[in-house]
């Protein structure tokens, strides 16, 4: 019975062009920018809110019972009467600095058309089916990222409401007198989710290099940073012999090349130094100090640590045999998140109905998906990123075809699903 009507929904997908439609939804909404030229939409802008009302009409008329919570997330329901669970598909829709028009809102696009289709076709799930554009993932304004979607996990924390903008604004002004317990009343229990599931955009050239139009997440890659100060000894650029030298930033270029060294070995290890600084330097003084970050991630925390206490050792060595002091501090660490392998199959069933190979890939980005995986199960499909690969960037571009596909594969998991 579940595989005729399977069969039918399939048929009249086949009419859908859900591809055009997504692309066509993200140019517009592209058109709400806090910029005259490019697309920047920051948490609570003018822009950014006419990206939610936008949202919630598209909503709206796609069928859904669509609200903007006390967050800004914007919350379209595809109704299962008798049902007690919530499947979530969703991401963000706020950008960073001058970003591209698919990152976060082809997930949040692609599960709207997908939605639309199946109250269109009078298909009721065994769940109610939760569209969900966060407000905030990139962090942008305040410096905290996943507001958004922490806040519907359940992981929002409180001190945010202390935070200040670069204008001395503070998110708990900006969401008023009751907003730190309005936020917390969003939150989810495990209870209540029967998953979590996001498309979006790789911001990778790895299924391009693969000619592969999507790809399967198995984790999303958990990043360690530090901030490392090197102290070395100032002096005069003509007076001071090379060998009698303690230059910080000679040590500092040392260290850069070997975490690329020691990161070059790995297959999910990443290591960069994005990052670099002399304080006060000028052109006639040897640096006597020498700022660095230094961002390490991999597929698991393992492999990650097993790179940290290596590059830490070697930082140590550098600074002993250069004479200066290396105070390397630690500012944030997030375990690596792995996608169930439940979603992960049936992503994989999904696409080989296409006549695609499945192809499983990381993701070295973070993603408002980690937010639910202590929650409940997750998955991710990871959709061609054009241009080499680039994201972040007004360059980020799909194709209207492989936007096609990705809802495609997402309708004929959900209609799989028990
Ligand atoms: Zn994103």
Redesign the pocket.
């Given at each position: 019975m579940l595989k005729d009507r399977v069969v039918d929904i399939g048929k009249s997908a086949q009419d859908a062009r859900f591809g055009a439609k997504i692309v066509d939804m993200a140019r517009r909404l592209a058109q709400f920018s806090e910029s005259a030229d490019g697309l920047t939409c920051t948490f609570f802008s003018p822009a950014h809110k006419a990206t939610a009302s936008q949202l919630r009409e598209w909503m709206h008329s796609a069928g859904l019972k669509a609200e903007i919570d006390a967050i800004g997330n914007v919350v379209g329901r595809h109704p299962s009467p008798g049902s007690a669970k919530a499947l979530i598909v969703g991401?963000?829709y706020d950008t960073v600095i001058n970003g591209g028009m698919f990152?976060?809102r082809l997930g949040i696009l692609t599960a709207l058309v997908v939605a639309e289709h199946l109250r269109c076709v009078g298909w009721r799930l065994p769940f109610h089916l939760d569209v969900v554009a966060f407000s905030e993932?990139?962090g942008v304004r305040f410096s905290a990222p996943y507001l958004g979607s922490s806040a519907i996990a359940g992981r929002f924390k409180e001190a945010t409401m202390q935070y200040r903008d670069a204008n001395g604004i503070r998110f708990g002004d900006l969401m008023g007198d009751t907003g730190a317990s309005a936020i917390s009343a969003l939150a989810r229990s495990a209870s209540t989710l029967r998953g979590y599931l996001e498309v979006?955009i790789e911001?990778g050239p790895v299924l391009l290099q693969k000619g592969l139009p999507v790809g399967i997440v198995t984790s999303i890659a958990g990043a360690v940073r530090f901030w490392i100060t090197i102290d070395g000894v100032a002096g005069h650029a003509g007076t001071v012999p090379m060998l009698l030298r303690h230059d910080a930033a000679a040590a500092a270029a040392e260290i850069v090349l070997a975490v690329e060294r020691r990161c070059a070995g790995g297959a999910t290890l990443v290591g960069t130094v994005g990052q670099l600084a002399v304080p006060r330097g000028a052109i006639n003084v040897i640096p006597g100090r020498c700022e660095l970050s230094l961002d390490l991630r991999a597929v698991d925390d393992g492999t990650r640590d097993a790179a940290v206490a290596d590059i830490l050792d070697t930082i140590k060595r550098i600074a002993e045999r250069r004479g200066v002091t290396a105070n390397v501090k630690e500012i944030a660490r997030q375990a690596a998140v792995p996608c169930a392998k439940g979603f992960q199959s049936s992503f994989a069933k999904a696409i080989s109905k296409t006549g695609i190979e499945p192809f499983y890939l990381v993701s070295g980005?973070g993603?408002d998906a980690a937010m639910f995986a202590d929650l409940t199960d997750i998955g991710m499909l990871f959709v061609r990123c054009g241009n080499g690969g680039i994201s972040h960037s007004p360059l980020e571009t799909i194709t209207e075809e492989d936007a096609d596909l990705a809802a495609r594969v997402l309708l004929d998991l959900l209609v799989n699903m028990d």
């Open positions: 991401s963000h990152d976060g993932e990139e979006h911001q980005a993603h």
